[in-house]
């Protein structure tokens, strides 16, 4: 298993291109199922949950080929199998979004449920709720989702819940509504810029919906879609988990590729714990603060602060000269950083939905472990800042979600060396001199 040793103290500048977005690329893979001819999708990143999805997929009688250029080209060869086994969906919660697709295309399919997360409960009833309504007939038996249907007909879905919108349900309903009879009015749909370039690809290939980036979308039903070739949207969580890299090391970042209005609510916060930040063509440039200021935020469904970058935020406040709240309203539980954070020297404390952090003036380095993927990354950003060195462990985590992010904090200044994790490889622990202060005995 591999693990990070991290030299820290570091402060990172530089020029770094954005990869492609994990999270749009997921869900439009997943609908190419729903396309009949080939599908070429260009800046996909190549990370782990993507090649996960793509064994999937292949599992589901498709052919995925990663082109010498970078690009995935997708096509359907077989329609033989729709069963979606639990050895690839329970480590990825996104395959979930086969199950649109499959019942669209070819009427019946079993899926996995999805396997548990460390960030809290994550059901699919909305999901289920969503393709019922387009007449699809679903059971769950012995962890998974069997469904079967005629043509789907089209219908009005009210698809928010409890905790809002559901970001992989719409993506899931839509992606089944493109191929249904008649019109189909989503209510309460997410309005992620992933939706959205999900929305824009199902059009690409012959779909007719309208509304994308709004809370309600309107689906007239077409008999099938054609193959295309589309460019997915730059990764905005990358995007914010680099600049928050660069502020809370005082470093000064050029990000290229990137879509800044994706972003708007993670510059404003950067802005107000005191980053410089300057808006070109298609880059963003950030100087980060000598001082960070505190903030009170609280991660909510799109346009406002992403629930994916409050770990990382909360790296960053950790060295802000003041108390800090963060809140989420998306994911109540996610806060399984917290501790670790605390063992590099933060003072975070946790209230329900809600952490505490009294800013310290720096972090010490030690030994963590990653617990997903994002509080992976808050625990790497934290350990480049903080003095010393530190190891971070199941770092297949942070592998889940990011392209080689270690290479790119390398190229801005970091010390980030990816180990296996093995007793050889592990720095000695803190040699006893120099944990007893100057001026004290040892004892004999
Ligand atoms: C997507 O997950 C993202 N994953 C997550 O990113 C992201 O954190 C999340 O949206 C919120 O923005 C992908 O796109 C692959 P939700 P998703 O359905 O769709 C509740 C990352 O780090 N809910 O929008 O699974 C749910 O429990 C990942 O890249 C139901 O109650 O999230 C949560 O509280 C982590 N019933 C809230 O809605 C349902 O049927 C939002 O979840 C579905 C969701």
């Not at 059971?139 to 809002?164: H, K």
């Not at 689906?219 to 914010?240: K, M, Q, T």
Request: glycine letters at 10%; one cysteine or more.
């Amino acid at each position: 298993m591999d693990m990070f040793v991290v030299q820290g103290g570091r402060s990172l500048s530089g020029s770094l291109r954005v990869s492609g977005s994990k999270n749009a690329s997921l869900p439009i893979m997943a609908a190419t199922l729903a396309v009949d001819g080939v599908v070429n999708l260009a800046n996909v990143p190549n990370l782990a949950d993507v090649r996960t999805l793509a064994r999937l997929l292949e599992q589901l009688g498709m052919h995925v080929h990663r082109s010498d250029g970078g690009g995935l080209r997708l096509q359907t060869i077989s329609a033989s199998t729709s069963v979606a086994d639990y050895d690839l969906v329970r480590t990825m919660r996104a395959s979930v979004c086969v199950l649109g697709p499959l019942l669209a295309r070819r009427g019946w399919a079993c899926v996995s449920l999805p396997g548990g997360c460390q960030i809290g409960h994550r059901p699919i009833d909305l999901h289920l709720r969503g393709l019922a309504a387009l007449g699809a007939e679903l059971w769950t038996e012995r962890g998974y989702v069997f469904g079967r249907c005629s043509r789907l007909r089209g219908a009005r879905i009210p698809l928010s819940g409890v905790q809002g919108s559901t970001v992989t349900g719409t993506c899931n309903v839509l992606s089944a509504a493109v191929l249904a009879e008649g019109t189909t009015v989503i209510e309460g749909a997410a309005c992620e810029p992933e939706v959205v370039d999900l929305a824009n690809f199902l059009n690409a290939c012959g779909a007719r919906i309208t509304g994308q980036g709004t809370p309600e979308l309107t689906i007239d039903g077409v008999d099938a879609l054609h193959g295309c070739d589309y460019e997915v949207i730059p990764d905005r969580i990358e995007a914010a988990t680099l600049l928050t890299a660069a502020a809370m090391t005082r470093g000064t970042l050029s990000l290229s590729g990137v879509v800044a209005e994706h972003l708007e609510v993670v510059l404003q916060v950067l802005r107000d714990v005191g980053a410089r930040i300057e808006l070109e063509e298609d880059s963003i440039r950030l100087t980060g603060p000598d001082v960070i200021q505190p903030a009170e935020v609280t991660a909510v469904p799109y346009p406002g602060f992403p629930t994916d970058t409050q770990a990382q935020l909360m790296a960053l406040l950790s060295l802000a000269k003041g108390r800090s709240v963060v809140k989420d309203c998306v994911f109540p539980d996610r806060f399984l950083h917290v501790s670790e954070l605390c063992r590099l020297g933060a003072k975070i404390q946790r209230e329900g939905n809600t952490a505490l952090i009294e800013g310290v003036p720096y972090l010490s380095g030690a030994n963590v472990m990653a617990s997903d993927l994002r509080a992976s990354a808050a625990l790497v950003l934290a350990a480049v800042a903080a003095r010393d060195e530190s190891t971070i462990r199941r770092i297949y985590h942070l592998d889940r979600g990011y392209e080689q992010l270690e290479c790119k904090l390398n190229q801005l200044g970091a010390s980030v060396t990816r180990t296996v994790d093995a007793p050889q490889n592990i720095p000695l622990p803190l040699q006893p001199s120099t944990l007893i202060p100057p001026g004290i005995k040892r004892p004999a």
